[in-house]
């Protein structure tokens, strides 16, 4: 007996707090958000960055590795609940795509503008081992310096894994002429990525690696080339021809996605999702705990989690 009164006390408290405002609170479901873990370390603190917020919150998470591309589909099929970095020149097409199929909805921005191009440390440019740069016109003259022992006696430019973006940049160097100067070979991981800078900066030597910003190489100094300037349909992914091609990327927006039925099943997790906006410091931070600090994905999310409780709070109030 005693323990349904309690029942029925907890029930009616429950009641006063869900209409207090006159409006009916709805509560967020038990099941796991499913949130994608992908093959950069912003994106991957961010993920437990995100879970911990989420968690604090009263809601499960669940981790699951994704492929950058295809999480889009998931996403609009609800086998993933969430994209918390969607990067416009890389995936852009693909949550577009998504969206069109439906299923898939924008969660907003932040605050973070992204860049995705292929440049050099900026030491290079102060050493002037390649006159005429960051234009990319300089490359034709500067194919030896950026020669590595793999690269066939033309230039090597060190792009990510091919799951990131494709062919884009081998048909960038195709559509701009410079195919026979320059050869674009994949890393097998982001990490080979740095090893290269770290590498070529002990050398001496000039190099030139796909990179983006926010990361952590923006307090380090990177510098992005410059390109003709994109335009919708400029790329071949997107419709155009080796004369357009040779487009560089856009100074592009950083997004965040849903399942459509998010608001609905984890309203209260949801509505703090929304909310939630990362600036170009906080990302280079998350990244920096990793790739120059040396954590694990888990203790850079703890680290900077505990940090920035001020900075969390204002997507939870
Ligand atoms: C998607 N990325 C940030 C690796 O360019």
């Known amino acids: 007996m005693k323990k349904l009164i309690n029942k029925v006390a907890v029930a009616a408290l429950t009641m006063t707090l869900a209409t ?5 609170i709805a509560k967020d479901s038990s099941k796991p958000i499913v949130i ?10 961010m993920a437990h960055v995100i879970g911990l917020m989420f968690e ?36 852009g097409a693909s949550f577009y795509n998504a969206m069109d199929k439906g299923g898939l909805i ?25 006159p005429g740069l960051p234009s990319w016109e300089a490359l034709a003259n500067c194919q030896d310096v950026f020669a590595t022992t793999d690269s066939g ?24 002429g410079l195919d026979d100067k ?8 982001g990490d080979a990525l740095w090893a290269e800078l770290a590498a070529a900066k002990l050398e001496g030597r000039g190099t030139i690696i796909f990179n983006w910003s926010p990361n952590w190489t923006d307090a380090e100094g990177f510098t992005f080339l410059t390109f003709p300037p ?51 410091t906080d990302i280079g931070q998350m990244a920096a705990l990793v790739s120059v600090d040396g954590m694990t994905y888990e203790d850079a999310a703890a680290k900077w989690f505990a940090e920035h409780q001020d900075v969390i709070a204002k997507f939870t109030q």
């Open 20 to 24: 207090v405002s006159g409006q009916a």
């Open 36 to 45: 994608p873990v992908h093959n950069w370390a912003s994106q991957v603190v």
């Open 56 to 91: 604090g919150m009263g809601n499960n998470v669940e981790f699951v590795p994704a492929d950058s591309q295809g999480v889009y589909e998931s996403i609009r099929n609800g086998d993933v609940t969430i994209s918390h970095e969607v990067w416009q020149s890389s995936f």
């Open 106 to 130: 924008d969660v907003g921005d932040h605050e973070a503008l992204a860049i995705e191009e292929i440049g050099v440390p900026t030491w290079v440019i102060d050493q002037n081992l390649c």
């Open 153 to 176: 006696g033309k230039g090597r430019i060190l792009e990510g894994p091919s799951s990131w973006h494709g062919d884009v940049f081998p048909n960038r160097i195709k559509g701009l």
């Open 182 to 189: 320059y050869m674009v070979k994949f890393a097998g991981t």
């Open 230 to 280: 994109y335009y919708e349909g400029c790329r071949i992914s997107e419709g155009g021809t080796l004369e357009t091609t040779g487009c560089g990327s856009m100074l592009g927006w950083l997004k965040k996605a849903a399942h459509y039925q998010m608001p609905k099943r984890w309203p209260a997790a949801y509505k703090a999702f929304s909310k939630l906006s990362f600036t170009t």
